[in-house]
């Protein structure tokens, strides 16, 4: 990570980034734009993209006798993935605690599953009473609530 952002460190590298942002390009029209922006050499530009190649930003393709370059999402999700870190700290526990809720509400499911002998799965996923496993006991209820309002 330290390489990364060693290369990001640098105004003209920053810029190369910027440019590929766009898409893939040709090294010979990622000259002529550093070029249009600042005095440098073609050589210069060429040391910038090894930097940034090495660190892990841009990826490199040969195309004839012609290199094109594009950004490297790994090395770029990398770096947005440490920067994020320290946005939130608890980051890094998100996925096993999502996986913790899950397995405990698994095991939930299943003791109740079990108690009930199956029926209780039928309110959960329906919303509804299952059939014969409250309707009698809903029934007598209202019978003693029938039977004290008169």
């Given at each position: 990570m330290e390489r990364v952002f060693e290369?990001?460190?640098?105004?003209?590298?920053r810029q190369i980034l910027g440019l590929l942002s766009a898409g893939e390009?040709?090294?010979?029209?990622?000259?002529?734009?550093?070029?249009?922006?600042?005095?440098i050499s073609q050589?210069?530009?060429?040391q910038h993209l090894k930097v940034l190649r090495e660190a892990g930003l841009v990826a490199v393709r040969a195309e004839g006798n012609r290199r094109v370059y594009a950004?490297?999402?790994?090395?770029?999700?990398?770096?947005?993935g440490w920067l994020d870190a320290l946005l939130d700290?608890?980051?890094?526990?998100?996925?096993?605690?999502?996986a913790l809720a899950t397995e405990v509400a698994r095991g939930?499911?299943?003791?109740?599953a079990s108690e009930d002998g199956?029926?209780?799965?039928?309110?959960?996923?329906?919303?509804?009473?299952p059939v014969g496993?409250?309707?009698?006991?809903?029934?007598e209820q209202d019978g003693e609530a029938d039977a004290r309002s008169a």
């Amino acid at each position: 990570m330290e390489r990364v952002f060693e290369a990001l460190g640098d105004r003209s590298r920053r810029q190369i980034l910027g440019l590929l942002s766009a898409g893939e390009q040709p090294a010979g029209e990622i000259v002529a734009a550093m070029r249009a922006m600042a005095s440098i050499s073609q050589p210069a530009v060429s040391q910038h993209l090894k930097v940034l190649r090495e660190a892990g930003l841009v990826a490199v393709r040969a195309e004839g006798n012609r290199r094109v370059y594009a950004l490297d999402a790994a090395g770029i999700e990398a770096a947005q993935g440490w920067l994020d870190a320290l946005l939130d700290p608890l980051v890094a526990f998100t996925s096993p605690l999502d996986a913790l809720a899950t397995e405990v509400a698994r095991g939930r499911w299943a003791r109740r599953a079990s108690e009930d002998g199956g029926a209780h799965q039928t309110v959960e996923r329906t919303g509804e009473q299952p059939v014969g496993q409250s309707g009698e006991k809903d029934r007598e209820q209202d019978g003693e609530a029938d039977a004290r309002s008169a």
